[in-house]
């Protein structure tokens, strides 16, 4: 069965310091990618996702993600986080079983 | 552009009730997908439909069962509610169809609905 692991449940950066969230996921084959971002104040937003080619991708709001197969890993970056960056964000996947896993999520805190 | 708009916005059920909880989408969107986001589970893909068909179903008992109207409007049930279902229930719609609810382009969630079951 397909799962996706989020490792840190909890990060905190200083403002202007870059940001990496992990993703790891377990599943036979390449799945497709997706990262959401959840704001108290914004709902639930789509960042960016991955189904083939490039494997640094680019999404909205300055952030980037790079899928390495070798890894199994999908980590979200930022080179300079902003204080409206401050939310949880989510790795999800999904596979050609038809079926969509959501990572358990990380909590990002962002120092002024 | 009006966003995507779920009613109610909170809820409070007693065990055993059925609730049902409505979700319109942007307009010209014909693509709802319904998640159930709780502290323990986490967020998890309940249902997905495009054009009044449901295109795909999480992991979920038959407790949860979800419609769509000609409009696009979708509206989600659950019976016989258990302590556990309490929980926020969100919506999103899309153009396209996703990806057991994971979209394959922009996606618009709603605020969400808060249910809880006492």
């Known amino acids: 069965a397909q799962s996706v692991t989020q490792p840190d449940i909890h990060i905190t950066v200083s403002e202007g310091a870059s940001l990496e969230l992990r993703c790891n996921y377990s599943?036979?084959?390449?799945?497709?990618l997706f990262w959401y971002v959840q704001s108290p104040g914004q709902g639930l937003q789509l960042l960016l996702k991955?189904?083939?080619?490039?494997?640094l991708v680019q999404g909205i709001k300055g952030f980037e993600a790079e899928f390495k197969r070798s890894q199994s890993s999908f980590n979200l970056r930022k080179p300079s986080v902003h204080w409206s960056d401050a939310a949880e964000y989510f790795c999800?996947?999904?596979?050609?079983?038809?079926?969509?896993?959501f990572g358990d999520g990380t909590t990002l805190t962002v120092k002024p | 552009k009006a966003g995507v708009t779920q009613t109610p916005r909170y809820l409070i059920k007693t065990r055993g009730q059925q609730v049902t909880l409505s979700c319109s989408p942007i307009?010209?969107?014909?693509?709802v997908s319904w998640y159930q986001q709780t502290p323990g589970q986490g967020l998890q893909f309940l249902f997905e439909?495009?054009?009044?068909?449901?295109?795909n179903k999480g992991n979920f008992p038959g407790r949860f069962s979800g419609r769509q109207f000609s409009n696009s409007r979708s509206e989600m049930n659950v019976s016989t509610l258990e302590l556990g279902d309490s929980a926020l229930y969100l919506c999103?719609?899309?153009?396209?169809?996703?990806?057991?609810?994971?979209?394959?382009?922009?996606?618009?969630f709603g605020p969400g609905t808060r249910l809880t079951v006492l």
């Open positions: 999103a719609s899309s153009l396209a169809p996703g990806l057991a609810g994971l979209s394959t382009d922009t996606q618009y």
């Open positions: 599943y036979g084959a390449t799945p497709y």
């Open positions: 991955y189904f083939s080619g490039d494997t």
């Open positions: 999800a996947v999904y596979t050609n079983a038809g079926k969509s896993t």
């Open positions: 307009s010209g969107h014909r693509s």
């Open positions: 439909y495009f054009s009044e068909t449901q295109r």
